[in-house]
C-alpha cells in the first residue's frame, strides 16, 4: 500500500516565522506552498522550494485569499468567479516561476483554507480554480476533498485529481470538515491521530463527530504544518504508517 504525505508550509511572512519547514521536509513527500496571498513572500517560497527540491519532496502551490491578517481563514465574499479564476492562476503562476528559480517543478495545486472550503459549497467557485488550474498548465493534478464539489468540478472541466485525508481535523456527515470554531475540530493528539490514520488508511471510511461511517478513497495525507505539535505528529503518523507496510511517496509516482 502506498499513500502520500502532504503538508502546508512557507506559511512565514518576512522575518516571522511559521512553523518547522526544515524538520516538516524531512517526514512528508509533499508540500504545499503558500504564494504569498494568505502566507508566504518570494524569499519563503524559493527557500521551502529549494529545500524540498534537495530532500526529494514534490511541491504544490498553495493558494488562498489575499487575507494575510486572517491567514487565509476567512470567508471571502463578493469576487466573481472569473475574479477568483484569476486570483489563483496568478498564485500558480508565481509558484512555478519561484520553483524554477530553484531547480524545482510545482506538479499540483492544493487551495487553501476558506477558499477551499467555500469551493465545496460553492460550485461556480470550484469550476473557477478548476478552470484556473488547466488554463495555467493542464498537466497539473488538483488535490481535493473526496465526493465534494471541488472533486467533481476538476473532472468536469477535465482537471486530474489527487483525493486527499486531513489527519488532525474531524470531520462532518456529508464529507466535509468540522468548523474550526467547534471545539474539538482540530486533533492535537499524535497517538490518536496517528492511530485514525491508519484507520482511515486500512478501511478506507472515516468517522464523522456523529459517529457515522463515511467511505473515503484518498491518495494523500494532509498534516498541517502551523500548529506547535506538527512536527511530532507527522513525525508519528508516518512511522505508524510505515511499521504496518504502507509506503510513503509523492502522490505523483502511484497515481494513474
Known sequence: MIIDLNCDMGEGFGPWPMGDD???LDIVSSANIACGFHAGDPSIMFRTAEIAKRKGVAIGAHPGFNDLHGFGRRAIRGDSPAEIERMVAYQIGAMQAVASLAGHKVTYVKAHGALNNMANEDEDLALAIARAVKGVDASLVNVCMPGLLMEKASEKVGVRVAREFFADRTYEDNGTLTSRRKPGSVLHDAEEAAERVLRAVQDKAVTSTS????????????????????????????????ENGVVIKPFAAFLA
Open 22 to 24: 526544515e524538520a516538516m
Open 211 to 242: 459517529g457515522k461511517r463515511i467511505p473515503l478513497a484518498f491518495d494523500t495525507i494532509c498534516v498541517h504544518g502551523d500548529e506547535p505539535s506538527a512536527v511530532a505528529m507527522a513525525r508519528t503518523i508516518r512511522a505508524k504508517l510505515e
